[in-house]
């Protein structure tokens, strides 16, 4: 079983930045590909980006593309998003997620965190 602990969620002005980290136990974590996605209230969880097992070729969706940045640190089983030039349409809860496999994914995730709330006001 994999477990997931999101945290850096926080309140922050438009044009800000924010680092959420991901910690996650309970497997051998290079063998997972990692994601965050985000909910704001009333709306879907979408995608915001991913990252394999290797670090290479991360995906990101088009909203957060040149604004943020994933991350994984293998050697500490932490997986981060650098978010800047933040927007209130940012704001949503943020999730971790892992699922099985090398490569970076939009889709088909396994475990999920529990989430870290992030505001930003404009």
């Known amino acids: 079983q994999v477990q997931l602990v999101e945290s850096g969620g926080g309140l922050v002005q438009a044009g800000g930045s924010l680092r959420l980290s991901c910690a996650r136990s309970?497997?051998?974590?290079?063998?997972?590909?990692m994601g965050w996605f985000r909910q704001a209230s009333g709306k879907e969880r979408e995608f915001v980006a991913a990252?394999?097992?290797?670090?290479?070729?991360?995906l990101y969706a088009d909203s957060v593309k040149g604004r943020f940045t994933i991350a994984r640190d293998n050697a500490k089983n932490t997986v981060y998003l650098q978010m800047s030039s933040l927007k209130p349409e940012d704001t949503a809860v943020y999730y971790c997620?892992?699922?099985?496999?090398?490569?970076?994914?939009?889709?088909?995730?396994?475990?999920w965190g529990q989430g870290t709330q992030v505001t930003v006001s404009s």
């Open positions: 997620a892992a699922r099985f496999g090398a490569s970076a994914s939009s889709i088909d995730y396994q475990y």
């Open positions: 309970g497997s051998i974590f290079s063998m997972w590909a």
């Open positions: 990252i394999g097992w290797s670090g290479s070729s991360p």
